[in-house]
Each structure stands twice: as C-alpha cells, then as structure tokens.
C-alpha cells in the first residue's frame, strides 16, 4: 500500500499563489508516476499535473505555464506550485500516484492506483 497525505491547501484571491505538498510513505518507489488532480462540485475529475522518472512533467493546458509540479527525491515529497491563481481553479486537489509510466494517460484519465483525501483550493475574484 501507498499512502499519500495532502497539505497546502486555502483560500486565496485571484491572481494569487498556493503551494500543495504530498506526502508518500508505504510501498512507494521513486519509479512510480505521481500527479494531481482536481474536482470541483458537480464537475469531473480534471489531470492537473504528473512527473515520472526520467519523464519530462506534463500539465493541463488549463495550467501550462501557472503551475509547476516538482519532486523532492529526499524527501518523498511531491509538490504542485500554482501560481496566478483564477476561480476557475477552485477544486479540490488531490495527490496520486501509480507504478505504471503511462504519463499522458494518467494526466488525461486520472486513473491512479493511490490517491490522498485532497486538499480544498478555494479562489475569490
């Protein structure tokens, strides 16, 4: 099993910055896929961001350019930059990760094995 424990999340007005963290413990293992996702109320599940090893990161063309998904080998941390923060963004985010390197189809399906409990992003214009 693989646990993931979100946290960074808030409010913040538009045009702002948040940054998410992730935890991972368990039976990860750095050759996994992570990413993040979101849901907003009544919407679908969105692939906001996914890194692999070795893989250059991919992004929802939503946020391409405002948000920057890294990974903090050291300290099996993953982490979501957002900047230039819209409404549109309010969601729910969620960490996630998979031992599969389907990195387009884990972005465009948000298909992962583990996820965490999310973390509220919530943005006022």
């Known amino acids: 099993q693989v646990q993931l424990v979100e946290s960074g999340g808030g409010s913040v007005q538009a045009g702002g910055s948040l940054r998410l963290s992730c935890a991972a413990s368990?039976?990860?293992?750095?050759?996994?896929?992570l990413g993040w996702f979101r849901q907003a109320p009544g919407k679908e599940r969105e692939g906001v961001a996914v890194?692999?090893?070795?893989?250059?990161?991919i992004y929802a063309d939503s946020v391409k350019g405002r948000f920057t998904i890294s990974l903090e080998n050291a300290k099996n941390t993953l982490a979501l930059q957002m900047n230039s923060l819209k409404p549109e963004d309010t969601a729910k985010y969620y960490c996630?990760?998979?031992?599969?390197?389907?990195?387009?189809?884990?972005?465009?399906?948000?298909?992962?094995?583990?996820r965490g409990q999310g973390t509220q992003v919530t943005v006022s214009s």
């Open positions: 368990g039976d990860w293992h750095r050759r996994y896929c």
């Open positions: 996630a990760a998979d031992p599969s390197s389907a990195i387009s189809y884990l972005l465009q399906s948000t298909a992962f094995t583990y």
């Open positions: 890194i692999c090893l070795d893989e250059i990161p």
